[in-house]
């Protein structure tokens, strides 16, 4: 089965960046459009960010636009999201799969990785 491992979170201030990574396993990575998702405490998993298979094409989520930005490396099988301007609200579990919206279901769920925004 796919195997996706999340790195990169930590605690950070507001107006701090951090560089998520996600390394994918046992699939064709190439062949998948790729998605950043968070969940909040009590709150549902979300999609902040897509991308497209080839990298071409990229859409955010209102709330994150502007400040993070996906991209991948195919030949490493491995997907990242830039977050910049942290907020307070950022704060979540951050995990990587395919595009739930363009699959209509997702691969197994990853550990995640915890990103903290406090001063």
């Known amino acids: 089965q796919v195997q996706l491992v999340e790195s990169g979170g930590g605690l950070v201030q507001p107006g701090g960046s951090l560089r998520l990574s996600c390394a994918v396993s046992?699939?064709?990575?190439?062949?998948?459009?790729m998605g950043w998702y968070r969940q909040a405490p009590g709150k549902e998993r979300e999609l902040v960010a897509g991308i497209s298979s080839a990298g071409g094409t990229t859409t955010y989520a209102d709330s994150v636009k502007g400040r993070f930005t996906i991209s991948r490396d195919n030949a490493k099988n491995m997907v990242y999201l830039q977050m910049n301007s942290l907020k307070p609200e950022d704060t979540a579990v951050y995990y990587c799969n395919r595009n739930l919206r363009v699959y209509g279901s997702a691969w197994g769920w990853g550990q995640g990785t915890q990103v903290t925004v406090s001063s």
């Open positions: 046992r699939t064709i990575f190439s062949n998948y459009g």
